[in-house]
């Protein structure tokens, strides 16, 4: 199992890390390390031929699930479709989802759940442009 280490840790930000993706196994919530207030983020992982053992819905939560590397399936309630690299999968409330890894090299994930409904403004209507000496 991989585990989320802090590495910076500033007054308005938090840089976590759960390591090399290659190497990846299992599932880690980084929420309670980053401070998230918005979303919560988990990194998984699944070897080839297996799935998350059980469906599951969410009440308040919408999931976006972003996919890192591997392919396979994807299940909402009774649709089925092929996943892969690049894809990002968007599964409303109140519906039960699964993913299996079909390849095989393991499927590594990224899921962002937020509560439905809950984007305002965003991009250029939220973010503006300000000034600052550049350290980079
Ligand atoms: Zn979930």
Known sequence: MSEVKILNL???????S?????????????????GETSCEISFGSLPSGAAVPFFHSHKENEENYIILS???????NGDVFD???????????????????????????I???????SLGGYTMTDAEITERENLL
């Not at 500033?10 to 976590?16: L, P, Q, R, Y």
């Open 10 to 16: 500033g007054e308005k930000f938090a840089h976590v």
């Open 18 to 34: 759960v390591g090399n993706l290659k190497g990846f196994e299992g599932k880690q919530f980084v929420k309670d390390a980053a």
């Open 70 to 76: 591997g392919a396979g399936k994807f299940q909402v």
């Open 83 to 109: 996943v892969a690299e690049g894809s990002v999968i968007r599964v409303a409330t109140n519906c039960d989802r699964n993913l299996k890894c079909t390849s095989d090299e393991p499927m590594v994930y």
């Open 111 to 117: 899921c962002i759940q937020a509560k439905e409904g």
